[in-house]
C-alpha cells in the first residue's frame, strides 16, 4: 500500500511467491483463465484436518464436486430465514441492555460488541446448519439432545472455543508450512476431535432419522415453519456419506460464521468513528421500518430489506472496502501461464507465471489504490457508492472472492448484516467509540477482526487478598490482556476493611477477594467479583450481592483434589485402624489386636455422593480408582448426559466434567428421596452439600436408621460440608449405639468444638479443626479460575462459577 507497485516478486525464505493488487490480473486467474489456475495445496493439507474436505478447502475435481453439491442450496429463497435471525437478533439486544446503566441517559456501559456479535452468528450459522443453536448468547434455552446410543452427546457450550483455537493453530502451520512439524500437535488434535465430533453427532442424528429430520427438530423446538430450512437435512437428501456430511457441514460452518461476525464488528467500527453516516442511514432505517418496539414481531420483510434503503447496502460496501475481512486470497498456477500484467521494465508487460508459482491477492491493498478510488481513498465515505448512478465495481472490489469459486454465501451474509444494522439501529439512538486510541485494535486471522486482542480494554482489576500472588502470575495476565488494569493490595490476615480509601473503587471493574467489598454507590463500574472461597454464605447479605445484578463467582473447584485425599485418606485410615496404631506407636507398643482378621478393603465397596459438586466428582473419581461403587445424590434430576455434566471450574483431568463416574443417580428436595438414597446400600456416605436452609439438619436420626436398616452397623459417614447439616447428638448416638460404622468429620456443630464436647470423646470418630480444604495450591487454582474468567469475559461468554442468586451457591 501506499506505493506505485501492483505487482511485484516476494522472496520469502527459499521460495518465491508473487504479490498482485492488479484487478486484470486477478480477474485472469478467479475467472477468464480460471483452468491455469487452482487454491495452493496447503490451503486443503493444513485446513483438512480441522474441518475435512469441503467446498472450501478442497482443489480441482473434488472441488467441483463439492460446489456442485452445496451450491443449489444457495439458491434457495429459504436460507434466508429472517425469523431464525430475529430470534438470535433478540439475545444479542437483550445482552446489549443488560449492561444499561440506570443512568437518566439511558447509557449502556462500555462494552465490546465484537464478542457478541461473534456469539450471534455462532447461534444463527449452527441453526441454519443442523437445526438446533448452540445458543452460546443464552445457554439456558439449550434444548436436551437425545441419546444416540455409541455417540457422545457434542459440547455446545465449547465448540466456539475449539473452533477459534483450531483455526488459530491451522493459521500458524500455515504460515510456517514447511516447519510445520515444529509445532506441537496435542492441543490442536484436541480441537479437530472435538469439532467433528460436534458435527458427527448431528449427521448421525439425520441419517437415524431420516426424512423425519425436520420433524423432530420443529417438535423438540417446539418452532414450526414452513420456511423452516436445515442446510444438513438437505444436504442428507443428496448424499448419505456421514464424512462428507461433516465435512460440508463444517465448511459452510466456518466459511459463514467469523466472517459475517467480522463484517458486522467493522460495520460498528465505523459507525461509531462516524455518526453522520450513522444519523443518515439511523434516519433511513426509521423512516421506513419505524422505530423498536419491545416485544412486537418485527416487520422487515426480506424482499424490502436491502433494496428500499440503498445507503445500507452503501455502508456495508465501504466497509468491506476499508477491512475486506478477507484480506488476503490466493490461486496457484496449474501450468506455464502468464497474467496480463506486471512484466516489463515498466511493468506494464504481460507476466510469465511458471507452473507451481503461487500468487497472492491482497484484497484490502486492492481496495486502497488511488488510481482506482480517488484521493480520498483512506477516508470511510459510504457515499462514493452512490455517485456516478451508484458506482459499479469489478474484480478492483472482491471481498466475496470472484469467478468460479465466488463465494456462496454471499446474498446470505448481506441479507443477515443488513438485518442486525436495522435491528440495532432501530433499537439504539446513539452509539459512541470507547476504544482506547492507543494500540491496534485489530486480530488477524484468516479473518480480521476489529478487537484490541484483548477483549478486557477498560476493565480495571483489584486484588485484594492476604497471600500476594507471584508476580510471574501477573506477567502472564499481563501478557494475556495487554489493556487490563491491575491494583494489588495485601491484606492482614482477618482484616475485611479495604486498606485504600473508598475513592479507589471508583472505575474498578473487577475484584479477586474473600469479603472485601466495597457499596454498590462505591464501585458505580463493577461487573464481577471473584472471591476467593467455595461457599458463598458469607456475602449473601451483603448490598452489593443482594442489591446489584453484578456477577459473583466462587472458587468453587479448588478443593476438590484436597477434600477428596482428606475424605479417602480418614476412610482408608479408619478401615485399616491407623488411629488405633499411632496410639499404640506413641506408647511404643507391637500389638496388631483383631487386624489381621477384621480389616476391610474398598473393594466393591459403595460410596454415596449426597451433593454432586465439584468435591463429590473428584471423590467419585478417586474413590472409582480404588474399586468402590458410587450413587450420587444431587437436588434436582440428572436423567441424560447433557444434565449430568458440570460447567463449573475443575482442575484439567481432575473430577467428573461428564457425569460418568456414578453407577446410580438419585435425586430430589424430600425426605422420601433423601432416604431413597439413604437406603441405596451405602458403605460410605459422604456429605458434600452446600449448608442452606433446606439443608440444615438434613442428616438426623430417622436418616441414620435408613443408612442401617440397609446396612446395619456398616455405614462410615464422612462430613466435609458444614456442621449443621448434621444433627450432633443423633450422630453421637447412632455411633454410641454402632447404628453407623464411624465418622470422619473435619466440621462440627458447634465450630470450633469445645473443650470437653461429648462428640470429642464418641466412639470410631475422627475429627479434624476444619482443615480439608487446605493446600498449599489453594491460591494458584484461584488465581487459575480468575484467569480463566477473564479469557471468558474477554470473549463475551458466561463465566464459571457464576452464584446462582436464587439458590444462594
Ligand atoms: C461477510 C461475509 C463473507 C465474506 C466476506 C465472505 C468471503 C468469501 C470469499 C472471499 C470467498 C472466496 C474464497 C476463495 O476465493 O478461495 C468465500 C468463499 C465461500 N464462502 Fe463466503 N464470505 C462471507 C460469508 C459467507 C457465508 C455467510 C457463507 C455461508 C453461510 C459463506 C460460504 C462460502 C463458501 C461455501 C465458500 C466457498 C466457495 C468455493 O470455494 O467454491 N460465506 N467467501
Given at each position: 500500500m501506499g506505493k506505485n507497485v501492483n505487482t511485484c516478486v516476494v522472496p520469502i525464505s527459499d521460495y518465491e511467491l508473487i504479490v498482485t493488487r492488479d484487478p486484470d490480473n486477478v480477474q485472469t486467474m478467479l475467472a477468464t483463465q480460471s483452468v491455469d489456475w487452482d487454491v495452493g495445496e496447503h490451503r486443503n493439507a493444513s485446513w483438512r484436518p480441522l474441518f475435512g474436505d469441503g467446498v472450501f478447502t478442497c482443489r480441482g475435481e473434488a472441488w467441483k464436486h463439492s460446489r456442485a453439491l452445496v451450491?443449489?442450496?444457495?439458491?434457495?429463497?429459504?436460507?434466508?430465514d429472517l425469523d431464525l435471525i430475529e430470534r438470535h437478533v433478540q439475545q444479542l439486544l437483550a445482552a446489549i441492555d443488560r449492561s444499561v446503566m440506570t443512568s437518566e441517559e439511558g447509557w449502556t456501559e462500555k462494552l465490546d460488541l465484537q464478542p457478541l456479535l461473534y456469539n450471534m452468528t455462532l447461534d444463527i450459522t449452527t441453526e441454519l446448519i443442523y437445526g438446533y443453536s448452540v445458543h452460546s448468547q443464552s445457554p439456558s434455552e439449550r434444548i436436551e439432545l437425545p441419546v444416540i446410543p455409541g455417540f457422545e452427546t457434542p459440547d455446545r457450550e465449547n465448540i466456539g472455543m475449539h473452533m477459534d483455537a483450531g483455526k488459530a493453530c491451522v493459521e500458524t502451520r500455515g504460515a510456517l508450512w514447511k516447519y510445520r512439524w515444529l509445532l506441537p500437535t496435542k492441543a490442536f488434535k484436541a480441537h479437530c476431535a472435538a469439532v467433528h465430533k460436534y458435527a458427527g453427532w448431528f449427521v448421525q442424528l439425520r441419517l437415524q432419522r431420516g426424512e423425519r429430520y425436520l420433524a423432530h427438530i420443529e417438535s423438540e423446538t417446539g418452532q414450526v415453519s414452513s420456511k423452516r430450512y436445515i442446510l444438513l437435512h438437505e444436504l442428507a437428501k443428496v448424499t448419505q456419506d456421514a464424512t462428507e456430511l461433516c465435512s460440508q457441514t463444517l465448511n459452510v460452518l466456518t466459511a459463514g460464521r467469523d466472517t459475517t461476525a467480522s463484517l458486522l464488528g467493522w460495520v460498528f467500527y465505523f459507525l461509531c468513528r462516524h455518526p453522520e453516516v450513522f444519523n443518515r442511514l439511523r434516519e433511513q432505517i426509521l423512516g421506513r421500518f419505524g422505530p423498536y418496539v419491545p416485544s412486537a414481531p418485527s416487520n422487515i420483510e426480506f424482499k424490502g430489506l436491502r433494496d428500499s434503503i440503498p445507503y445500507i447496502t452503501s455502508v456495508v460496501n465501504e466497509t468491506l472496502r476499508m477491512?475486506?475481512?478477507?484480506?488476503l486470497n490466493e490461486r496457484v498456477a496449474l501450468r506455464d501461464t502468464v497474467l496480463p500484467r506486471g512484466g516489463g521494465a515498466g511493468g506494464d508487460e504481460p507476466l510469465f507465471v511458471p507452473k507451481g508459482r503461487q500468487v497472492l491477492i491482497p484484497t484490502y491493498a486492492m481496495t486502497r489504490r488511488k488510481d482506482l478510488?480517488?484521493?480520498?481513498?483512506d477516508v470511510f465515505r459510504p457515499e462514493r457508492w452512490e455517485e456516478k448512478g451508484g458506482r459499479k465495481f469489478g474484480f478492483e472490489f472482491i471481498p466475496f472472492g470472484g469467478g468460479i469459486r465466488q463465494c456462496l454465501g454471499q446474498q446470505f451474509a448481506r441479507t443477515k448484516t443488513a438485518y442486525v444494522i436495522v435491528r440495532l439501529l432501530q433499537r439504539y439512538d446513539r452509539i459512541e467509540n470507547a476504544e482506547m486510541p492507543a494500540g491496534a485494535p485489530m486480530r488477524f486471522h484468516h479473518t480480521i477482526e476489529n478487537?484490541?486482542?484483548?477483549?478486557?480494554?477498560?476493565h480495571k482489576l483489584a486484588v485484594i487478598m492476604p497471600l500476594i500472588p507471584e508476580p510471574s502470575f501477573f506477567d502472564d495476565l499481563k501478557s494475556e490482556f495487554p489493556d487490563l488494569e491491575i491494583i494489588v493490595h495485601k491484606l492482614e490476615w482477618g482484616q475485611t476493611a479495604a486498606p485504600f480509601p473508598a475513592s479507589e473503587w471508583a472505575d474498578v471493574t473487577i475484584i479477586l477477594t474473600f469479603n472485601t467489598l466495597p457499596t454498590p454507590e462505591e464501585a458505580p463500574k463493577l461487573e464481577y467479583v471473584q472471591l476467593l472461597s467455595a461457599g458463598a454464605n458469607h456475602i449473601l447479605d451483603n448490598p452489593l450481592f443482594k442489591d446489584t445484578d453484578i456477577t459473583f463467582c466462587t472458587a468453587n473447584g479448588v478443593h476438590g483434589p484436597q477434600i477428596s485425599e482428606w475424605i479417602i485418606s480418614t476412610y482408608l485410615a479408619f478401615e485399616h485402624h491407623l488411629p488405633d496404631f499411632l496410639d499404640r506407636q506413641k506408647e511404643a507398643r507391637w500389638d496388631r489386636g483383631e487386624s489381621l482378621s477384621n480389616i476391610e478393603d474398598a473393594v466393591s465397596k459403595t460410596v454415596g455422593i449426597l451433593g454432586y459438586g465439584s468435591i463429590g466428582r473428584q471423590t467419585a473419581r478417586v474413590a472409582t480408582a480404588l474399586g468402590l461403587k458410587v450413587h450420587a445424590y444431587t437436588l434436582h434430576p440428572r436423567p441424560t448426559p447433557e444434565s449430568r455434566r458440570d460447567e463449573s471450574w475443575t482442575p484439567a483431568g481432575l473430577g467428573d466434567p461428564n457425569g460418568i463416574f456414578p453407577s446410580r443417580w438419585f435425586s430430589g428436595g424430600s425426605k422420601e428421596d433423601l432416604h431413597k438414597f439413604l437406603g441405596s446400600g451405602l458403605d460410605l456416605l459422604v456429605v458434600a452439600t452446600p449448608l442452606t436452609n433446606n439443608t440444615?439438619?438434613?442428616?438426623?436420626a430417622p436418616e441414620f436408621q435408613v443408612l442401617a436398616d440397609k446396612r446395619p452397623g456398616r455405614t462410615f459417614v464422612s462430613n466435609i460440608a458444614r456442621g449443621p447439616v448434621v444433627e450432633t447428638d443423633d450422630l453421637i448416638e447412632a455411633l454410641e449405639t454402632g447404628l453407623i460404622r464411624g465418622a470422619a468429620l473435619d466440621v462440627t456443630d458447634p465450630e470450633p468444638l469445645p473443650d470437653g464436647h461429648k462428640l470429642w470423646a464418641a466412639k470410631n470418630v475422627i475429627i479434624t479443626p476444619h482443615v480439608s480444604g487446605a493446600s498449599t495450591s489453594y491460591a494458584k487454582r484461584v488465581l487459575a479460575i480468575l484467569g480463566y474468567n477473564l479469557k471468558r469475559l474477554s470473549e463475551g461468554q458466561d463465566l464459571t462459577n457464576k452464584i446462582n442468586r436464587k439458590e444462594g451457591y
Open positions: 451450491r443449489p442450496q444457495f439458491a434457495r429463497d429459504q436460507i434466508n477491512a475486506p475481512v478477507i484480506p478510488w480517488g484521493p480520498d481513498v478487537r484490541s486482542g484483548s477483549g478486557v480494554q477498560g440444615q439438619h438434613l442428616l438426623a
